[in-house]
């Protein structure tokens, strides 16, 4: 089994900057997929960026391109998710999630996913 803790979540400002980790452990972490995804009250789970284990292919949510950045470091079994230019409509709680990678997987789509943290509150005021 992987677990996976979120952290870094919290209050901000629109505007503002938020920078979310993800730590692994249970398992080798280094050739898994990574995801966020996150979900707001009375809205479906939206996808939100994914990164490939090498971390030399990155997806984005159409309403997070350009403002939202996926990393990793595989060193420290982490991933990041750097939130930029932060909206209230960002509001939600985020989660990541993991899973082996193979070829034909559809990063976007959290039926892939195996392992899910627990998620972390990311509140922005305006």
């Known amino acids: 089994q992987v677990q996976l803790v979120e952290s870094g979540g919290g209050l901000v400002q629109a505007g503002g900057s938020l920078r979310l980790s993800c730590a692994a452990s249970?398992?080798?972490?280094?050739?898994?997929?990574m995801g966020w995804f996150r979900q707001a009250p009375g809205k479906e789970r939206e996808f939100v960026a994914a990164i490939s284990w090498s971390g030399g292919r990155t997806y984005y949510g159409d309403s997070v391109k350009g403002r939202f950045t996926i990393s990793r470091d595989n060193a420290k079994n982490t991933v990041y998710l750097q939130m930029n230019s932060l909206k209230p409509e960002d509001t939600a709680v985020y989660y990541c999630?993991?899973?082996?990678?193979?070829?034909?997987?559809?990063?976007?789509?959290?039926?892939?996913?195996?392992?899910w943290g627990q998620g972390t509150q990311v509140t922005v005021s305006s």
């Open positions: 249970g398992r080798t972490f280094s050739r898994y997929a």
């Open positions: 999630a993991s899973r082996n990678e193979i070829a034909i997987m559809v990063f976007r789509n959290g039926y892939e996913y195996d392992y």
